[in-house]
T-cell receptor
Framework: DQQVKQNSPSLSVQEGRISILNCDYT??????FLWYKKYPAEGPTFLIS?????DKNEDGRFTVFLNKSAKHLSLHIVPSQPGDSAVYFC????????????FGQGTELSVKP | KAGVTQTPRYLIKTRGQQVTLSCSPI?????VSWYQQTPGQGLQFLFE???????NKGNFPGRFSGRQFSNSRSEMNVSTLELGDSALYLC????????????FGSGTRLTVV
């Protein structure tokens, strides 16, 4: 039962353009969502998060949007840079489940110069 | 400050053997979670420890176990290794048991032959 889904295994974007990574979830109990970036042979690095009481959160070039009615979130990277090339995971947690993050399968982003 | 340290980085074991992986959290962090990453299943939650108590457990067989010591360091053990246990095992730590504070280590790459 895949509670968090990232349906696009890969995405290729031109440098300077917008990258949009999508994530869908099925569990209505999820109340906190996170995006992580991961390079091979390294652990995931936290990027940005959003609480279910919000619909948008920005941090520099990164913005996460949450649509609770559609159970959908997206990560926008503007402008995209070659250094952004990595695998991006969305993750979700439910109230009182603290350290139990449910991850999507990941989307590999390639930003071409 | 030092990050999350996992040892060893790489490990090769034979089917049927058992293995112990170690995780030293960031100083002051009391919560430690473990995840398994495989190409087919993505990142899957194994268990979470907080102040030496297991608070959450994922859907893994009893061959997977863990513990946390009074200094918050954690170990996970896998007994009777199977080929399918080959994976990157990631540890993450946080000051408390909230989702947004977790920092991941670089992982231990376990190969079962």
């Amino acid at each position: 039962d895949q509670q968090v889904k990232q349906n696009s295994p890969s995405l290729s974007v031109q440098e300077g353009r917008i990258s949009i990574l999508n994530c869908d979830y099925t569990n209505s109990m999820f109340d906190y969502f996170l995006w992580y970036k991961k390079y091979p042979a390294e652990g995931p690095t936290f990027l940005i998060s959003i609480s279910s009481i919000k619909d948008k959160n920005e941090d520099g070039r990164f913005t996460v949007f949450l649509n609770k009615s559609a159970k959908h979130l997206s990560l926008h990277i503007v402008p995209s840079q070659p250094g952004d090339s990595a695998v991006y995971f969305c993750a979700a947690s439910a109230y009182n489940q603290g350290g139990k993050l449910i991850f999507g399968q990941g989307t590999e982003l390639s930003v071409k110069p | 400050k030092a990050g999350v340290t996992q040892t060893p980085r790489y490990l090769i074991k034979t089917r049927g053997q058992q293995v112990t992986l170690s995780c030293s959290p960031i100083s002051g962090h009391r919560s430690v979670s473990w995840y398994q990453q495989t190409p087919g299943q993505g990142l899957q939650f194994l268990f979470e420890y907080f102040s030496e108590t297991q608070r959450n457990k994922g859907n893994f067989p009893g061959r997977f176990s863990g513990r946390q010591f009074s200094n918050s360091r954690s170990e996970m053990n896998v007994s009777t290794l199977e080929l399918g246990d080959s994976a990157l095992y990631l540890c993450a730590s946080s000051f408390d048991s909230t989702s947004y504070g977790y920092t991941f280590g670089s992982g231990t790459r376990l190969t079962v032959v």
